[in-house]
T-cell receptor
Framework: EAQVTQNPRYLITVTGKKLTVTCSQN?????MSWYRQDPGLGLRQIYY???????DKGDVPEGYKVSRKEKRNFPLILESPSPNQTSLYFC???????????FGDGTRLSIL | GQQVMQIPQYQHVQEGEDFTTYCNSS?????IQWYKQRPGGHPVFLIQ???SGEVKKQKRLTFQFGEAKKNSSLHITATQTTDVGTYFC???????????WGAGTKLIIKP
């Protein structure tokens, strides 16, 4: 089954404790992206990757890192999480940047 | 910067009434996509419009892309409880090849 898999689905943690949210897709998509969703603000792009080893900042990259060492994986790293990063996060993938995107089920992060 | 404005933010309708959401872009778009996010779910792709003036239908849903390729609308006829959710538009402006997302319209069915 074609899918985008994110883990964990839920996480409650404390300020400053490094965390990684994993994202994996099995559709051989070139393009992957991370979004955060906050009430009233829609989907805001954090980082994206056009292909392996190619990543770029989205609209709200501060406080986040990503890597794209393999085509299927695109982890999101919060080196020193802060409460303003409490949000719902989605990973998405597509054949290229302007094609329909497939989303993971989301990761709800709470940073205390 | 490039923006896609989506209105309204919320719409309350009685079941059976129609619903419309609108997206307006500050720049010409090469295509526009529509997604639906059910409560507690993730966005799911509905349709992509590419041509100027294009109209596409999916059962009770009608999607339009404006002649100038700067605006789009989604109209749902005779809403049902299964239509509840947030509808997003996302447009691709040729200049940076990234989708620009509207803020979404939340459809609420009044009991």
């Amino acid at each position: 089954e074609a899918q985008v898999t994110q883990n964990p689905r839920y996480l409650i943690t404390v300020t400053g404790k490094k965390l990684t949210v994993t994202c994996s897709q099995n559709m051989n998509h070139e393009y992957m992206s991370w979004y955060r969703q906050d009430p009233g603000l829609g989907l805001r792009q954090i980082y994206y990757s056009m292909n392996v080893e190619v990543t770029d900042k989205g609209d709200v990259p501060e406080g986040y890192k990503v890597s794209r060492k393999e085509k299927r994986n695109f982890p999101l790293i919060l080196e020193s999480p802060s409460p303003n990063q409490t949000s719902l996060y989605f990973c998405a993938s597509s054949f290229n940047s302007n094609q329909p995107q497939h989303f993971g089920d989301g990761t709800r992060l709470s940073i205390l | 910067g490039q923006q896609v404005m989506q209105i309204p933010q919320y719409q309350h309708v009685q079941e059976g009434e129609d619903f419309t959401t609108y997206c307006n872009s500050s720049t010409t778009l090469s295509n526009i996509q529509w997604y639906k996010q059910r409560p507690g779910g993730h966005p799911v792709f509905l349709i992509q419009l590419v041509k100027s003036g294009e109209v596409k239908k999916q059962k009770r849903l009608t999607f339009q892309f404006g002649e100038a390729k700067k605006n789009s609308s989604l109209h749902i006829t005779a809403t049902q409880t299964t239509d509840v959710g947030t509808y997003f538009c996302a447009g691709d402006a040729d200049s940076n090849y990234q989708l620009i997302w509207g803020a979404g319209t939340k459809l609420i069915i009044k009991p």
